[in-house]
């Protein structure tokens, strides 16, 4: 049984940072693409990141790019997302995903999803 747990969400003042941890069971790993989305109250879940399968490519939504940093530990099945300078627009819960391939990268179709954790940043 495969599963992904978010952990590492929480309040923070804007500005300030964060670091998302998801740990991964039930799959080979270092065969899946990981993300990071975000769905706001009210919103549509979106794309915030993505590493490749070793980790050598990294792809992130524009509204993030130069804030957040997506990394990947495949000898521990761990995917982090630090995230810096956060704005209040930023919150959100935030989901890990994993995926085959690389095709459709940012939608929402991935194959496996955790549960998301609670990233709020105040004014």
């Known amino acids: 049984q495969v599963q992904l747990v978010e952990s590492g969400g929480g309040l923070v003042q804007a500005g300030g940072s964060l670091r998302l941890s998801c740990a991964a069971s039930g799959l080979s790993f270092s065969n899946y693409i990981m993300g990071w989305f975000r769905q706001a109250p009210g919103k549509e879940r979106e794309f915030v990141a993505a590493?490749?399968?070793?980790?050598?490519?990294?792809f992130y939504a524009d509204s993030v790019k130069g804030r957040f940093t997506i990394s990947r530990d495949n000898a521990k099945n761990t995917v982090l997302l630090q995230m810096n300078s956060l704005k209040p627009e930023d919150t959100a819960v935030y989901y890990c995903?994993?995926?085959?391939?690389?095709?459709?990268?940012?939608?929402?179709?991935?194959?496996?999803w955790g549960q998301g954790t609670q990233v709020t940043v105040s004014s």
């Open positions: 590493t490749s399968w070793s980790g050598a490519s990294a």
């Open positions: 995903a994993a995926k085959r391939t690389l095709v459709a990268l940012t939608t929402d179709v991935y194959d496996y």
